[in-house]
């Protein structure tokens, strides 16, 4: 397509970098897509010149898939929610990178979900995919909760029940816990009948790797098997609790994001389920909106 | 030293390869030291490359220390007792070393600890230092149990104290916990004041990182810190429970070894502590009984 651009038709690019991949995604003034890209992992944290490459291959792609030149770049204003630009020392260097763009804003993934999950709306989200999280906009000011990583925390998490479940099948290998459905599916899944089999398989892996479990975990929990049932109940638990939290600086809307959002939701209290509202729009139109947000501010 | 060697006087070098150093000893006929040497890490789960150059370059250092020239390990029967070689891949790899002694005889980093433990005889050892694991040898029987890596267990370890204390102050940050004299010292100890900063200290690290707070842990116990109290008795509950399923195969005698052995031991329950014998030889001394009885039936 060309493109003849008006402050009024400004074409907006928004961006969502992550641990696993990094999607882009052109937007009319009107929040059409017109065109979308999708390159690896853009995650300042673990490396800030595959966190540029991934922002960079996206946007061609998305470019390619709008049927615009490479050089259009330079009419795009660039909305980036990136994971690990709540450290001010990435948050910086991002901002001080060449980009190809007229203009870019930067703030966290986080911050884009939850204005994608209210459609440019305030309120509250929590993610649980590999990870968990929970994030707060309310008046302005921010609240970030969990999200600690893998080793650390993110309870509740795909990872976090991956790994519960692997432990419970080692201490039932050792003699200290009970066979049950869970411990015999996690056996079966990787093929194996020791707990060095486990421990081959799971040792030094990534939480992407704990993650491929829990669905597993959850579907025993759901054929009441007790083991399973205990562990969804106390990563649901503090699920809740974290909510609970956010609703503290009362959110007008809140949403969940996540693989685990849907699953998860039963296990849920029902003071947070009753508030649960669905996700709007995704995250790179959230980060378009914060860009638009931004940019308007600027020229007026 | 000159070395004329007959098989009675016939020398030994004892070798005991870990996560994170390799000790090599030359022992005389009457266990005296000779000499000794000390190098990197020698874990073959790890690389390969680098456990035979630690275990060379170990010995290169005790064939120094003795006065001995490099060409006299030609002459040395090796005992090597290292960490990885139950998978069983891993110990055919390091059997097919082309290595520079007489003879080599390798068996588990636990097994040679246990023989050592109890000069040669039968026992029981656990292991509690960075890691955590439990080990028995009795009628010739061995049973490992734990020890499945810092991320999927190694309750009662050094790094499940500190990964545990820092969970603590996390879920403190968040809101979600009191504030305790170990939720502050563990802050003062990295010098920061937000969840933020306690995750840039420790995400990603190694084991070795965390376990470098166990100490921390086990004062704020002593000082009646609840949080502390509650993450210490459930680690040594962890240990107590190895060493009773231990003990249910008869073990002549019980040693705990490693860094928090001895702190540890007043939080084990009395049933244990009872059973509790000081080790009598160190883990290269393991290695070389090992290599001496295998030696010995070799000969005979």
Chains 1, 2 share one sequence.
């Not at 939480?207 to 597993?216: E, I, P």
């Not at 503090?238 to 939701?265: H, Q």
């Amino acid at each position: 397509m060309k493109v003849n651009q008006t402050k009024e038709n400004q074409l907006f690019i928004g961006i969502d970098g992550g641990g696993s991949k990094c999607r882009a995604t052109i937007y009319s003034a009107e929040d059409g897509v017109i065109g979308t890209g999708v390159a690896g992992r853009a995650n300042p944290l673990h490396g800030l010149s595959q966190t540029f490459e991934s922002i960079q291959l996206s946007t061609e792609l998305a470019l390619k898939d709008a049927g615009m030149s490479l050089g259009d770049s330079k009419g795009l204003v660039a909305g980036l929610g990136l994971a690990g630009v709540n450290v001010p020392r990435l948050y910086q260097d991002v901002v001080n990178w060449e980009h190809p763009f007229a203009d870019m804003y930067v703030t966290s993934d986080l911050h884009t979900a939850c204005i994608g999950a209210h459609k440019g709306g305030e309120g509250a989200v929590i993610i649980t995919g590999t990870g968990s999280c929970g994030y707060a906009n309310v008046d302005g000011e921010h609240i970030s909760l969990g999200g600690h990583g893998f080793a650390l925390g993110d309870k509740g998490s795909g990872a976090w029940l991956g790994l519960k479940a692997a432990e419970q099948s080692l201490l039932h290998l050792d003699g200290f816990a009970e066979k049950t459905i869970l411990t015999e599916q996690l056996m079966n899944h990787f093929k194996v009948n020791s707990a060095l089999g486990i421990v081959e398989h799971l040792a030094g892996k990534s939480s992407s790797v704990y993650a491929t479990l829990a669905r597993m975990v959850l579907e025993c929990a759901n054929q009441q098997d007790e083991v399973a049932q205990a562990i969804v109940k106390e990563g649901a638990a503090y699920i809740s609790e974290l909510a609970r939290k956010l609703f503290e600086i009362n959110p007008p809307r809140f949403s969940m994001i996540g693989g685990l959002a849907e699953p998860l939701a039963p296990w849920l209290g029902k003071d947070v389920i009753a508030k649960l509202s669905p996700t709007l729009a995704p995250p790179e139109l959230g980060a378009t909106y914060f860009a638009r947000q931004q940019f308007g501010s600027k020229v007026n």
